[in-house]
DNA sequence: TGTACATCAGTGAACGCGCGTTCACTGATGTAC
DNA sequence: TGTACATCAGTGAACGCGCGTTCACTGATGTAC
């Protein structure tokens, strides 16, 4: 989606490696929106692209490469929504508001996508350090948004455990206690309603879970 | 767990019959925890257990049976986990923390068994009515936890919208709106807690996810 | 108590299938002189 | 501009594998007289 890796001029060869490479992975993702990231197969991936199996091997070393690349794609994309929508800043609008609501448009737009990234994981998986580094620029995000908010209130329990561990976070990136709780409330309880929202739990239940998405974001401004 | 089915005196051979099929499950639910959901598979589970693979036929129509009676027990445990935990009210403590703690005991102890409930959904499966049946059982005693918590403060947006919905509610169980909203809340930030807990998202982050659990029920609590 | 029969758990062979992956190859595209 | 060579995308055959599932069968367990 956004320019990531060589940037610089490329050679025809180099285009159309590139281009084929995305047409792969944008059958993966369809793939997987029918029946799930489990079921993905190089083989009927190919067929789709009316090309031979092997022929796949050119662009990916195997099956395990190219799930890793979807998932790092994944965080790259929500990384790329937070960014954008970070930069929408100053119209009276709390920064937090404006990536909860970029983080429930990035949900509803691929909800596989979405698990891929915070649903269930496969036991045996651990993901490259890559991916890790964007997951924390995008806890940076939303850390950043919350330390702009006015804290008032006592100190609970909670951030005196925060406080207590020195601050060792991620890229050393000191947070006070009272933003580092409300980012982790902001990513939990937003992460709660989507992925139920989206897993068919509120099915047959008569409300409208956008308007819970709202009114859980309205009790995080508060 | 609890009792289900037919409990009446059973011949040797549906003792036995039970005791295999239990057996089986057991062997799944490992296999689960191994792999996943998605690499559960019936021949690896009778070599497990000693036995040819047609021979698990006896017991399970197929695989999809076995998986929708995994699910379908998974629930039940839930349930059972929640009606057990209510009966130890009137100790001071809410409802409320006795079921966050039943539903957090229970979480960790099978996080594989959490995420077949609450994780990923294949995205052709369907549950069938009487797994629905017992989600909403577990809905009503969420429910049934927060009907009894003191409601103070205004009428949210999100109440409203509830209200306008004529409660057509499971069960036609008519609960005020105020509790409604805060057993969603309850479910959804919990939900929220656990499930990047369990799937290892605050790994790495220095804090103790019990300490944020706590946190969020004490919120939910005031 | 003993015998004849029915029930049913479990086996082993076999089926077709789709998977990931390798390999030697063909043919087109690009490069060097 | 033209020719010789290198690069590389894609093919088709083949590999071994494990899967779910069926089928005819054996042998043990339970039942009826």
Chains 1, 2 share one sequence.
């Not at 790329?80 to 100053?90: K, L, P, Q, W």
């Not at 060792?168 to 937003?190: E, I, K, M, N, S």
Request: aromatic share 8%; proline share 5%.
């Amino acid at each position: 989606m956004a320019d990531h890796g060589d940037t610089g001029t490329q050679t025809p060869r180099e285009r159309y490696r590139a281009q084929v490479q995305e047409e792969i992975k944008k059958h993966a993702w369809e793939q997987m929106a029918v029946a799930g990231a489990s079921a993905l197969s190089l083989n009927a991936i190919a067929k789709q692209m009316g090309m031979s199996g092997p022929a796949l091997y050119r662009y990916f070393a195997g099956r395990d490469e190219l799930i890793t690349e979807l998932i790092r794609d994944a965080y790259r994309s929500l990384a790329d929504t937070f960014r954008a929508a970070s930069e929408t800043v100053g119209t009276g609008e709390p920064g937090l508001a404006v990536l909860a609501h970029a983080l429930r448009g990035w949900a509803l737009a691929d909800p596989q996508r979405y698990f891929l990234v915070y649903g269930t994981p496969v036991p045996g998986y651990h993901a490259p350090d890559d991916i890790t580094v964007i997951a924390s620029e995008n806890m940076v995000m939303m850390l950043d948004a919350c330390a702009e908010l006015p804290s008032d209130g006592p100190v609970t329990s909670f951030e005196a455990h925060i406080e207590g561990l020195g601050s060792r976070w991620a890229d050393g990136h000191a947070a006070p206690p009272v933003a580092l709780r409300r980012a982790l409330a902001f990513w939990t309880r937003l992460h709660g309603v989507l992925s139920l929202e989206l897993a068919g739990h509120f099915n047959g239940m008569g409300f409208d879970p956008a308007l819970l998405f709202a009114a859980e974001l309205d009790d995080l401004l508060r």
